[in-house]
């Protein structure tokens, strides 16, 4: 179950309302899955939630208010407009994000060269967007993360 370390420098980057969150997540035993699922949202879009990275409906609110048994006076700070990317260094010292940021460092001219081939001159969108994350197991047993980026092709405007 993911948790934040409570001492650590990455608790100082977050809003005020993650300690809460973090906290009665961990109290209450639920994974992001399990709290995607209670307000029908995805586990990452939650995650994203936690984090300061995405903004809160009034559902939402309402929702994790109820599974986490936390006023919903409290999270109305997941409402105000996100100040996103302030929680991460580049180059990231996380191991598990480094090697997100060392996959686009090794790969993202390759991605680039094949979105362009298949979709034309343009970027792909990250507000029009979804992820998704899986698990797979291959014939020997071994666990395969499975990461889906999925974003709206925005063309580049001839002027």
């Given at each position: 179950m993911a ?31 399990d709290l ?49 990317g302030h ?73």
């Amino acid at each position: 179950m993911a948790t934040v370390n409570t001492s650590g420098p990455i608790l100082q980057r977050l809003p005020s309302h993650a300690s809460a969150l973090f906290a009665s997540k961990a109290r209450k035993g639920l994974t992001f899955e399990d709290l995607g699922k209670a307000i029908n949202r995805d586990e990452v879009a939650v995650a994203a939630l936690f984090y300061g990275q995405a903004q809160a409906s009034a559902e939402d609110i309402a929702g994790l208010s109820d599974v986490l048994g936390i006023s919903q006076e409290l999270l109305q700070e997941l409402t105000d407009f996100p100040d996103r990317g302030h929680t991460v260094d580049l180059p990231p010292r996380e191991p598990l994000i480094y090697r997100l940021y060392e996959i686009v460092q090794n790969y993202g001219y390759a991605y680039k060269a094949v979105l362009n081939e298949k979709l034309g001159d343009g970027i792909m969108s990250a507000i029009s967007f979804t992820t998704k994350v899986d698990k797979e197991l291959d014939e020997q047993g071994n666990a395969w993360a499975v990461i889906t980026l999925r974003g709206k092709w925005l063309p580049y405007s001839r002027f």
